[in-house]
């Protein structure tokens, strides 16, 4: 059942008072003294449901959760001219949107095009055809598909990145078909973007990861595991259930952060996958406020 947005100005109002004032213009201070590196953003595929029923409104909440850059997925039908406008109405700016393979497989310049109109710093493609049943044969189909994309997208100023969602790290060889990614990709153009749930979900180390590929890692989507939720997993798939607000979880988000800090990584964005975004997304901005690392 959704919550009415009546009901979760109310339930939060008190939440929403706590936040730093334009959370997003600069990194957030915890308790510590220390600092995320980058700004702090939203996945705009949080809200999806609620932009495909108002965009308007719910890019007016987006603003009120004290968000002032976001991540898109697609072009939501509108004409990059279009799409920028009724961000600005509402104080957003996009750096950053996801596009589908097919896409960067088909017409890579026309993503550049794209993106480039929208004024974006990073492009990035979200999954794989095969999903889970990724093989060699795929992998390489995708390592040539992220090259070529990466330098179309490079001579537009844009960073690309790909996004794993865990059927990427089944073993492979002497590694996972992700180090065969990192591996045979094109460092000057093929950047990657770590979700901590994803990388969790497989049964893989965020921190160990980050320390192995470095400045390969340019972003960051935030979000937690319920505890308990089983890991070791390579479907790429998991319950609404199973995504909690920030600090709620299973995750040791602290020790992320602190290694992400160290790297540079550059943004980070929330991304909530639950049944109720709208009633999470202020708790994991409190918590990003308050957390110690």
Request: contains cysteine.
């Amino acid at each position: 059942m959704s919550i009415p947005i009546f009901a979760l100005k109310s339930r939060f109002k008190t939440v929403l008072k706590t936040l730093p004032l334009l959370v997003v213009f600069a990194a957030l201070q915890s308790a510590r003294g220390e600092t995320l590196s980058g700004p702090v953003g939203l996945q705009l595929e949080s809200v999806s449901g609620a932009l495909k029923q108002n965009m308007s409104a719910t890019l007016g909440r987006v603003h009120n959760f004290g968000f002032k850059y976001v991540e898109l997925v697609g072009d939501y039908n509108l004409s990059p001219g279009a799409l920028t406008a009724e961000l600005r109405a509402h104080d957003l700016v996009a750096v950053s949107a996801h596009f589908p393979y097919a896409r960067f497989r088909d017409d890579p310049e026309g993503v550049a095009r794209e993106g480039a109109a929208l004024g974006l710093k990073y492009a990035g493609c979200p999954s794989l055809p095969q999903h889970e049943a990724l093989d060699e044969n795929g992998c390489r189909d995708a390592i040539a598909v992220f090259n070529r994309a990466g330098e179309a997208l490079a001579k537009q100023g844009i960073t690309f990145f790909y996004h794993p969602h865990g059927y990427e790290f089944k073993p492979h060889g002497d590694g996972t078909f992700f180090d065969q990614l990192m591996a045979e990709t094109k460092p000057e153009f093929v950047h990657f973007q770590m979700d901590i749930f994803w990388i969790v979900h497989a049964g893989q180390d965020p921190v160990k990861l980050l320390q192995k590929y470095g400045n390969r890692w340019v972003s960051m989507h935030l979000k937690d595991m319920k505890k308990g939720t089983p890991t070791g997993r390579f479907n790429g798939h998991a319950d609404k259930a199973a995504f909690v607000p920030l600090g709620r979880g299973q995750i040791d988000l602290p020790a992320a952060f602190h290694e992400a800090n160290k790297i540079g990584i550059q943004w980070y964005f929330i991304e909530d996958e639950s049944a109720h975004p709208e009633a999470q997304i202020p708790l994991s901005l409190n918590y990003l406020r308050v957390v110690k690392w």
